[in-house]
């Protein structure tokens, strides 16, 4: 049996909106949660993958280490410590757990500003463009400030040489 692909898309009714508020929330909104929430699934396998294969790497030294003392048993628990010492360095200098918890609150984020605005839409029967622009401009400031820390962050990588 094939496993059906989660739509994040389909967590959303859509069908009360008009055309330009649908294709807003459809093309930008909705296209920007897909992204944070697929990167945060990947940046979360990456990290829990080194991670783990990490662990099992340093934890197999104790045991090398008690094996006869031969010359190549040293040269293999020396060679698993270089490896655990690079994979510490990758996951730390690429800030798998950080960016995997930073994609997943701007997706929860958005999906709750999204999820905000449909029920107040729905539920209301005076509904105004005003609400829409308001949000647009609320999605489009949460996209700016995401650029500008994303700004900052770089400039601030590259001045500390990392």
């Known amino acids: ?17 008009s055309s330009e ?5 459809e093309n930008r909104v909705i296209n920007q949660i ?8 990947h940046t979360q396998k990456y990290y829990k993958s080194l991670s783990i294969f990490s662990f099992v790497l340093s934890s197999s030294i104790p045991l090398l280490v008690l094996m006869d003392n031969k010359i190549s048993e040293k040269y293999i628990v020396a060679f698993i410590g270089a490896i655990v010492s690079i994979i510490s360095y990758i996951i730390n200098i690429c800030s798998y757990k950080d960016l995997w918890i930073k994609y997943r609150t701007n997706c929860e984020l958005l999906k709750s500003k999204l999820q905000l ?41 590259s001045s500390t040489g990392s």
């Open 34 to 41: 897909k992204w944070y929430d697929s990167k945060a699934i």
């Open 117 to 157: 605005y449909l029920y107040y839409h729905n539920s209301s029967k005076n509904h105004s463009s005003v609400e829409f622009q308001n949000f647009v401009l609320e999605c489009e400031k949460f996209f700016s400030d995401e650029f500008l820390s994303w700004e900052t962050y770089n400039k601030n990588q």
């Open 1 to 17: 049996m094939k496993k059906q692909k989660y739509d994040i898309s389909q967590e959303f009714n859509l069908k009360n909106l």
């Open 21 to 25: 508020e649908k294709d807003y929330i």
